[in-house]
């Protein structure tokens, strides 16, 4: 929903001066009003209209209040329309047709065609000094702030190993290269070598050096993952929306760690390891082990020698 | 049976060696059941059950024929919601791994890049427009009409045409059934006047570009389904009048 459109009537905006000062819309909710129950999302909007000449179209029945809620994700749109009489509606959302988000924007709309659409005394005088506007069913009259409803936490839940996608590397040279912005994940480009051997390891013995390998691929990447997160807080980014940001940032939280407030207080490395459940220690004693289990067995021979 | 899925791991790790299984994906054998050491977790079962998709293999060389009969097939079958319905990783699964999937994906796009028509690639598009089931089921989904007697009349006119069928869905059109069905409407209305020798595609595409900028500064999804379609249609007969007249 782009607010940043050149309609071809005035439109009461936040951000416009189509209209005088004075007049002001939104359609907004409290967050924390917001009830889940067995089938709905049901978010109880209230609608604030300062403005007689959208008043009186409201109560006439030539202009409506409408919010329109979109889950992009699952290729969901609806117009939910105000009773003409009412400033507040409950906005029930079908949970299980919605998915990741949902954005949340009010809209006043011209209820039938009009030839001659004016507010006198609201429009602004500087633009539109005894002008009217024919308007069409459903164009837009005055629009609201656009909100985003975070709806699905539960990725937020998964194992931190979950936000990063290993994949081969068939665009360059590097034997191993992280990429923050293709996906919803940190994408990890791994050489041909480098490849195959991450997935010998990984299964090696049902999965026994596991965390060794988080240690070696992971861990390095989530350092630079954090520094890219504290530098947003600096200097805004992008990122923000990926998953992996807001799943880095969840997990923080669960550690006491608020980065948006204590980014400049914490090492990056630290935190990483602090993320990774201790994968300093446990990867290198995953090695130990391993070679342990392999002295007893008698199969060890001493070949290495000092760098 | 019961939908199943692959992890995320999986799905990562056969999406990156897609290139050396690629001569795999032509036999029939489930090859991916034995494709992952013992001991690595690489899949789960929901705990929604579902009918067995039961395709339509008429064997015609052009194979897109049958795409209208299977999306309604696999719609009736897969009674899921669109939340379940955006799971890339249960898509991928069922591509792969059941019998009755896999024998229609070998059948229908042995000749496309499994990367595309056996994964999801990206959001939104991959869904209805790339992996080979999911495309079937949204196309069935996203016209399903339950007020009308026959509840895949919309399917089958989107179906038609699946070029068309594509710009109707390239745009939010996709996201609200008022607009799908008015323009559906529309489109059958318009064919019934110029006749079945005349094509339409060029007609919409520009009749199109006019819906979207009115769209840009009104909520089509106000609307209901009967306006949709008489402002379609009127479009669609100006933008064919002006094309004659040059």
């Known amino acids: 929903m782009s607010l940043n459109i050149d309609y071809p009537n005035p439109v009461l905006s936040i951000d416009g001066d189509d209209y005088n000062e004075d007049c002001t819309f939104d359609v907004s909710f409290k967050e924390e009003e917001i009830v889940v129950d067995e089938d709905n999302i049901i978010i ?39 009773d003409s009489a009412e400033l507040t509606k409950e906005i029930k959302v079908p949970k299980f047709d919605v998915r990741k988000n949902i954005d949340f924007c009010g809209y006043i709309l011209a209820k039938e065609d009009m030839k001659s659409f004016r507010c006198d005394g609201d429009f602004n005088d500087l633009y539109f000094k005894n002008m009217s506007f024919p308007v069409r069913k459903a164009d837009v009259l005055a629009q609201g702030q656009l909100r985003t409803i975070p709806i699905d936490d539960s990725e937020l839940e998964k194992p931190i190993s979950s936000i990063f996608s290993i994949q081969r590397n068939t665009h360059s040279d590097a034997e191993i290269e992280s ?123 001493n070949t290495g020698g000092v760098d | 049976m019961y939908l199943g899925f692959f992890t995320e791991d999986a799905y990562d790790r056969l999406l990156d ?98 990367e595309q028509r056996y994964f999801v690639p990206g959001e939104g598009m991959g869904l209805y427009y790339f992996n080979g089931l999911s495309r079937l089921w949204w196309w069935a989904h ?44 529309a489109i059958q209305e318009f064919k019934g006047m110029v006749g079945p020798n005349e094509g339409i595609t060029d007609y919409f595409r520009e009749c199109k570009k006019e819906l979207n900028h009115y769209a840009a500064i009104s909520i089509f999804d106000y609307l209901d389904f009967e306006d949709i379609k008489k402002i379609t249609l009127e479009t669609l007969i100006k933008v064919r009048d002006q094309a004659k007249k040059e």
């Open chain 1, 44 to 82: 109880p909007a209230v609608c604030d209209l300062q403005c007689n000449g959208l008043s009186d179209l409201i109560k006439q029945g030539k202009a409506v209040i409408v919010v329109l809620i979109s889950s992009s994700a699952s290729f969901y749109r609806r117009a939910f329309e105000f």
């Open chain 1, 179 to 301: 990429n923050f912005d293709v996906d919803e994940k940190i994408v990890v480009y791994l050489s041909e070598r480098l490849n195959q051997l991450y997935y010998d390891i990984k299964d090696f013995n049902n999965g026994a050096l596991h965390r060794y390998l988080n240690g070696i691929i992971a861990y390095p990447v989530l350092i630079e993952g954090i520094a890219k997160m504290c530098d947003h807080y600096r200097n805004g980014s992008e990122y923000s929306e990926k998953r992996w940001f807001k799943t880095i940032d969840h997990k923080l939280k669960a550690l006491g760690v608020n980065l948006e407030e204590e980014h400049e207080n914490h090492s990056y490395t630290e935190l990483a390891d602090k993320l990774l459940g201790g994968i300093a220690y446990d990867g290198l004693l995953s090695v130990k082990n391993t070679i342990d289990e392999e002295t007893n067995g008698g199969e060890y021979i």
């Open chain 2, 142 to 185: 996203l016209t399903y009409d339950p007020d009308s007697k026959d509840h895949y009349t919309l399917t089958r006119i989107l179906f038609e045409n699946q070029m068309l069928g594509k710009d109707i869905l390239d745009t939010l059109n996709r996201t609200n059934f008022k607009r799908m069905k008015g323009i559906l409407l």
């Open chain 2, 17 to 114: 060696a897609v290139e050396e299984n690629k001569d795999k994906y032509l036999e029939p054998d489930n090859w991916v059941s034995t494709y992952f050491a013992k001991g690595v977790e690489w899949c789960g079962i929901s705990s929604q059950e579902v009918n067995k998709f039961d395709p339509w293999l008429s064997g015609s060389k052009d194979k897109s024929e049958d795409d209208c009969i299977n999306a309604i097939r696999l719609h009736e079958a897969f009674k899921i919601t669109p939340l379940q319905a955006t799971n890339k990783y249960m898509w991928a699964y069922m591509c792969h791994i059941d019998d009755d999937c896999r024998k229609y994906m070998r059948y229908r796009w042995s000749d496309s890049k499994p």
